[in-house]
C-alpha cells in the first residue's frame, strides 16, 4: 500500500479544528504512518500519535485507511483534554 495515498485521503477526509496553538503533521517512515497531533496549552504541550503500519494481508484500501486516521483524530479533538505526555516522555499512541 501506498503510505502517500494514504496522508492524501487522510488530508482529504479530516476537518481542520480551529483550536488556536493545534498542529497536526504526518510522517512516513519504514512502511508506517504517524499522524502527530500537538497542542501547547497554557501548561504543557499536549497531544498523541496516531499510527498505521498496513499488513500485506489487510484489506482496506489507502483510502479506507486515511479516512479510520481521520475519524480517530477528529474523535479524539472531541473529547476534549488531550493527555500529556508519560512518565517515559511520549504521548498517548493509537494504532489503526
Known amino acids: 500500500m501506498n503510505l502517500q495515498d494514504v496522508v492524501t485521503?487522510?488530508?482529504?477526509?479530516?476537518?481542520p479544528?480551529?483550536?488556536?496553538g493545534l498542529s497536526v503533521t504526518h510522517e512516513v517512515m519504514e512502511g508506517k504512518l504517524q499522524i502527530e497531533v500537538r497542542h501547547q496549552d497554557q501548561d504543557a504541550l499536549?497531544?498523541?500519535?496516531?499510527?498505521a503500519e498496513p499488513l500485506?494481508?489487510?484489506h482496506?484500501?489507502?483510502?479506507d485507511?486515511?479516512?479510520d486516521m481521520a475519524e480517530v483524530v477528529a474523535r479524539e479533538l472531541a473529547y476534549g483534554q488531550l493527555s500529556a505526555v508519560?512518565?517515559?516522555g511520549k504521548f498517548k499512541r493509537i494504532v489503526v
Open 46 to 51: 499536549r497531544g498523541f500519535d496516531v499510527v
Open 56 to 58: 500485506e494481508t489487510e
Open 86 to 88: 508519560d512518565e517515559e
Open 9 to 15: 485521503a487522510f488530508e482529504s477526509a479530516y476537518t
Open 65 to 67: 485507511l486515511g479516512r
Open 17 to 20: 479544528d480551529p483550536r488556536e
Open 60 to 63: 482496506r484500501s489507502a483510502a
